[in-house]
């Protein structure tokens, strides 16, 4: 058998090259639903919607 750990993920789903080294910089932004401030790991470009942790919820696509 071949080794296939990618990424070291313990969660599994692969990919992320992110390792454990601190807590992740955090960017502020509007949620493009309810327009409350929110704080979101990574650099909002403007070209696509933000949404705040409860928000982004009711986007997901559903899970089978």
């Known amino acids: 058998m071949g080794f296939n750990n990618r990424g070291g993920n313990s969660r599994g789903g692969g990919g992320g090259f ?3 080294s601190g ?3 955090m960017h502020k932004a509007t949620c493009s639903d309810c327009k409350q401030e929110t704080e979101v790991p990574f650099k909002p470009s403007g070209d696509r919607p933000v949404y705040c942790r409860e928000c982004f919820q009711k986007h997901r696509p559903a899970r089978y």
């Open 23 to 25: 807590p992740r910089e």
């Open 18 to 20: 992110r390792s454990n």
